[in-house]
């Protein structure tokens, strides 16, 4: 809360599970006014879905798609 109302406007979190980020993201965007990204956790498309839905606005992906286990595309097609 202090960092947004010093004018920060955008978070990153990161290091935990995508069940767990979702549930932290629902309740930090109910009170915080900012948007959130999320790196790491989401290790399928399924995850993707959870994470936008609990209103990330941007999902930072890396061993998941350099292993494949997401594919680019559904990724991106995730995120719509």
Do not use: K, N, W, Y
């Not at 978070?11 to 549930?23: C, I, S, T």
């Not at 965007?29 to 994470?51: H, I, K, N, P």
């Amino acid at each position: 809360d202090a960092l947004a109302g010093l004018g920060v406007g955008r978070f990153v979190l990161g290091h935990l599970e995508a069940d767990r980020a979702a549930g932290v993201l629902a309740e930090l965007r109910a009170r915080v006014e900012a948007e959130f990204v999320v790196a790491g956790g989401a290790t399928s498309v399924a995850d993707l879905v959870r994470l936008r839905d609990a209103g990330a606005s941007g999902i930072i992906l890396g061993a998941p798609l350099f292993s494949g286990a997401i594919e680019l595309e559904a990724a991106l097609a995730a995120a719509s």
